[in-house]
């Protein structure tokens, strides 16, 4: 008895471990990808975004210094401007990640999603099971 309430008890702490996760992510993405969004307009495009983002590997997979280039030095004044840093848009892109991850499966194999229909639905989601099925169905997948 005392094992099924330690399972309990890990159980409910993971869930509300994940709600809690969840609920952050729900309510800062939206605010994340705006953010992002104005970055790069303001960093001139998405070339220039681009080189960003091949520029921040380098930085922290291989220890590279990238001070000197041209997209980090735009980035550093823009971040500078508004009290952060490189360091702060990396953090910035691991949350819009874990967003990315909890809301969209796009690495998700068809098989996999098809499989999710065989399964209940909760019961305020029940209505979208046949639909999906017909988005599979007229997919042809």
């Not at 309990?8 to 992510?25: F, P, S, V, Y």
């Not at 983002?53 to 735009?74: A, G, H, Q, T, V």
Request: hydrophobic share 35%; proline share 1%.
């Amino acid at each position: 008895m005392e094992i099924r309430l330690a399972v309990l008890g890990n159980t409910i702490n993971d869930l509300t471990d994940i709600k809690a996760r969840i609920e952050l992510l729900r309510t800062y993405r939206d605010w994340v990808r705006k953010f992002f969004k104005n970055l790069i307009i303001r960093l001139g495009g998405k070339n220039e975004w681009y080189d960003v983002k091949k520029s921040i590997p380098d930085y922290y997979d291989y220890n590279m210094n990238i001070s000197n280039r041209k997209c980090i030095n735009e980035l550093n004044n823009i971040l500078n401007g508004i009290n952060m840093n490189i360091d702060d848009l990396e953090l910035l892109l691991e949350i819009k990640g874990e967003s990315n991850d909890a809301f969209y499966k796009n690495w998700q194999k068809i098989e996999k999603a098809k499989e999710g229909l065989t399964k209940k639905f909760p019961d305020n989601m029940e209505k979208y099971k046949n639909l999906l099925q017909k988005l599979f169905d007229a997919s042809g997948t």
